[in-house]
């Protein structure tokens, strides 16, 4: 079975602490996070129809230029 292809990674952490979505292609979506300072390294598989609208919105915005039609078909958006 092959790796579904990775749409983009965006980075919407803060304060030194990674909050990072990679969309794929297959429609799931990947949450790399830190919960805080001592909870570092967390991973999440999400459906990317069950990200709530500003999360999708943000995603949408910070992704690059050239992938944000694919990744709007994958927010449906």
């Not at 919407?12 to 300072?37: H, P, Q």
Request: glycine share 4%.
């Amino acid at each position: 079975m092959t790796e579904p292809k990775e749409i983009c990674t965006v980075f919407l952490g803060s304060s030194g602490l990674d909050n990072d979505y990679t969309l794929y292609e297959d429609g799931r979506v990947k949450r790399f996070y830190d919960r805080n300072m001592y909870s570092l390294n967390h991973v999440n598989w999400l459906d990317a129809k069950d990200l709530n609208t500003s999360i999708k919105q943000e995603l949408l915005d910070e992704c690059p230029e050239e992938l944000k039609e694919k990744a709007r078909q994958l927010l449906n958006l």
